[in-house]
């Protein structure tokens, strides 16, 4: 039987790990985000549209990971 305290302690464990993919995942998800509105900012200059190119830039920063 286990204690309350080792019940404790997986718990514990088991949520660390969970947290660590939940933030590997955003980071990846972020990334993919970045490159689009980035790849989009690009196709938006080549076209003459400052504007959205710059706002799309904009959006890629936000979303790059650290």
């Given amino acids: ?9 997986r718990v514990a464990s088991l949520l660390a790990v969970l947290v ?7 980071a990846e998800a972020g990334s993919t985000a970045a ?3 980035f790849t989009h900012g690009l196709l938006a200059f080549e076209k003459g549209e ?6 799309l830039f904009a959006v890629a920063v936000e979303n790059e990971p650290e």
Avoid: D, H, N, W
């Avoid at 039987?1 to 302690?9: F, G, H, Q, V």
């Avoid at 660590?20 to 955003?26: M, S, T």
């Fill in 1 to 9: 039987m286990k204690t309350t305290c080792e019940r404790s302690c």
């Fill in 50 to 55: 400052t504007e959205e190119a710059a706002r």
């Fill in 20 to 26: 660590a993919g939940l933030v590997a995942v955003r």
């Fill in 35 to 37: 490159q689009v509105a």
